[in-house]
């Protein structure tokens, strides 16, 4: 029985630490995406073609 703990104990850490590396690499890959999402969301200059346009025959007031 001692021999099953003894062989199964260093794969145990050497996973864990894979584990542990496979789990820092995907956080720095989704801080790294965040961030170019966050670049690619920033503001572009406003060239007016989102704004609708004013005094047309469709703006009635009243």
Known sequence: MTDQTRTSAP???GRGERLKQ???E???RRKAQSRE???AA???ENDG???APT???DDVTR
């Open 26 to 28: 995907n956080l720095k």
């Open 37 to 39: 999402r966050g670049q």
């Open 55 to 57: 005094g047309g025959p």
């Open 42 to 44: 920033a503001p572009v």
């Open 22 to 24: 496979a789990l820092r």
């Open 11 to 13: 794969a145990k850490g």
């Open 49 to 51: 073609l989102d704004e």
